[in-house]
């Protein structure tokens, strides 16, 4: 399995899991925000996949400009 679909692969994983990756931060600080403080749980996994998806947005960008040079 190539790199790009190691990451095609993973991204739609994020998109298929029981937690909603969110799209931007700005829409995980709003979730923050609106909860309070309850589900922290769903809240720390929220972070973590959007985190994830960072990372693969960076390995992907990567890999381009590498395809490219």
Known sequence: ??????????MKM??????????????LESFAKAN??????????????FGYKIALENLQDICKQNTTE
């Open 36 to 49: 309070q403080g309850s589900m922290d749980i769903l809240l720390m996994q929220m972070a973590i996949n």
């Open 14 to 27: 994020l998109d298929r899991g029981i937690v909603a990756t969110p799209a931007n931060r700005e829409y």
């Open 1 to 10: 399995m190539d790199i790009q679909n190691y990451i095609d692969q993973e």
